[in-house]
Antibody, heavy 125, light 109 residues
């Protein structure tokens, strides 16, 4: 069974940093791109960024508003993806999700078939 | 930037009736890169439809997707109480790379 579990969320002051983890199981992690999304209270999902598999260079892409502050990385040996967030602002308050594409297009986040349960990040003084 | 506009904002439908949800893109979207999701309170989104018209694994036949270019539609034939949720459309490949619509809330009348 494919599973993705986010962890590391919590309460943080503006300007501080936080790292989220996405621990996965049930599939060959290294074969898949892995995306991060967030959803502010009462809003729709927003794409944060994604990381390609090593086969496709392991490179990353980010939404413009997150670029420079957020960094996605992966540890294929432990089937974990990370979202490092720095210089956090109140408007970064959201539930953060990691997601995996379907088997048919595993190299690209064209759509997300599997989602984690989400990790709440609250940025407030 | 590709903006996805969903309508209506809220849709009230009687059980057993049809629900038709619309998503309009500000620029043409390759239907291969268009999807629909369902989200219930406190849950992550759930993939319903990908490539504009293909049902994801385990999705009931009452859900169907259609459309191309800038106009896409999600249809729920014979609405069931468990279909109460917010539905989002999503595109890939534009700028930003991935965007979602604002959502349509489906309620039981």
């Amino acid at each position: 069974e494919v599973q993705l579990v986010e962890s590391g969320g919590g309460f943080v002051k503006p300007g501080r940093s936080l790292r989220l983890s996405c621990t996965t199981s049930g599939f060959t992690f290294g074969d898949f791109a892995l995306s991060w999304f967030r959803q502010a209270p009462g809003k729709g999902p927003e794409w944060v960024g994604f990381i390609r598999s090593k086969t496709y260079g392991g490179t990353t892409e980010y939404a413009a508003s997150m670029k420079g502050r957020f960094t996605i990385s992966r540890d294929d040996s432990n089937s974990v993806a990370y979202l490092q967030m720095s210089s956090l602002k109140a408007e970064d308050t959201a539930v953060y999700y990691c997601g995996r594409p379907s088997d048919r297009i595993r190299w690209s986040p064209v759509h997300v078939e599997y989602w984690g349960q989400g990790a709440l990040v609250t940025v407030s003084s | 930037e590709i903006v996805l506009t969903q309508s209506p904002g809220t849709l009230s439908v009687s059980p057993g009736e049809r629900a038709t949800l619309s998503c309009r893109a500000s620029q043409s979207v390759d239907r291969t890169f268009f999807a629909w999701y369902q989200q219930k309170p406190g849950q992550a989104p759930r993939l319903l439809i990908y490539e504009a018209s293909i049902r994801a694994t385990g999705i009931p036949e009452r859900f169907s997707g259609s459309g191309s270019g800038t106009d896409f539609t999600l249809t729920i034939t014979r609405l069931e109480p468990e279909d109460v949720a917010v539905y989002y459309c999503q595109q890939f490949g534009g700028s930003p790379l991935i965007t979602f619509g604002g959502g349509t809330r489906v309620e039981i009348k």
